[in-house]
């Protein structure tokens, strides 16, 4: 088992909060309604941790994860104030879960879709984005290499859920729409978790964590990232001080496969995250059992969560405390990441 602390972290740092207006937007969509908590009671047994909570993203909006919610509201967003003038082709690259909710949008707005894919996407979560409408481009290499064909396609409008120098206002957009996640986590709670244990590819949803908690309001959230061993960025750039890409190899979490950090990402995890975890394929796996015997249907990426919960149970980590709320992120079901 593997957890990083972050040494550069400063709990005097806060950060702005994010803005309120995809909220309101992701309320007046078809369909919409928040997703469940469900209380765990039997992941606190071993650690005397306090409440276990999950919330259970594997319906959201018409699609089998989160993700929607980071799409729909950058699509709507970077298109609301351009003329009409027919059909765009919206461009992505993807581990599955964003190329697929980035296509399921672009038909619901009106839109095509053309969508990038990596080695190692399972060919069900292909022909679930195929199913949307979208064409499907593959990208001999990992996710950084469909990225930069994404990025070079010359033509549509690029909708990527990492950001870089000179490309950050569709990422911001992405991340903004991930908070509505995190308002209704606190209503549902009637407050603030203690600990949130955060599934992490290139960091967007962490980062959007980041922001909700860290922007000086309520008690303080402790905020742990959780990767696949095989991709470990985010622990490796919050041991070296700075963004590092690293080399990832196959993992069942396909949608954490990532080697490189969010440029956008990155100032928030710097400073404001808390930990790292990282898990074994095998961890997700029997975490994903016993979420599914505990009523919660959650794929590799969702239950990896639960599999860093464990990790910390079994270190004794002072990042639990016996008072405290652990909200686990299950952020795909099943269908999001056949295995």
Known sequence: MTIVVNPNRDRSWTCASPPPEALAFHRGLP?????????????????????????DESSRLGLPAFKALGASWAIHRALRDRTPDGP???????????GRAVAHFAKQFGHR?????PDGVHPEAVQAIRDEGAIVVHV?????????????????????????????????????GYATLFHEVDEQLGGSPGLVLVPTGVGSLLQSALAHYRSGCGP???????????????????????????????TSMAGLNCGTVSSLAWP????????????????????????????????????A???ALRTLQRAR??????????????????????S
Do not use: F
């Open 268 to 303: 928030l995890i710097h400073r404001g995250l808390d930990a790292c975890v990282l898990v074994g394929d095998g961890e997700a796996t029997a975490a994903a059992r016993e979420l599914t015997a505990a009523g919660v249907e959650a794929g590799p990426c969702g239950a």
């Open 317 to 338: 980590s002072p990042l639990l405390r016996p008072d405290a709320t652990v909200l686990l992120l299950i952020t795909e079901g099943p269908a999001a990441n056949p």
């Open 140 to 176: 001999p290499g990992d996710y950084d290499d469909a990225v930069m064909t994404a990025s070079r396609a010359g033509h549509g409008l690029l909708v990527q859920d990492t950001a870089w120098e000179g490309y950050e206002d569709v990422p911001a957009g992405i991340v903004a």
């Open 88 to 98: 765009v082709t919206l461009i992505t690259a993807t581990d599955g879960n964003h």
């Open 220 to 250: 303080e959230t402790t905020i742990v990232s959780v990767e696949p061993d095989s991709a470990p960025g985010i622990a490796a750039s919050v041991e070296a001080g700075r963004p590092v890409t690293v080399a990832t190899g196959p």
């Open 31 to 55: 369909g919409y309604a928040p997703t469940r908590l469900v209380d765990l009671p039997g992941p606190a047994h071993p650690s005397g941790t306090g409440r276990v909570v999950a919330k």
């Open 113 to 117: 879709a053309e969508i990038y894919v």
């Open 305 to 307: 969560s639960l599999a």
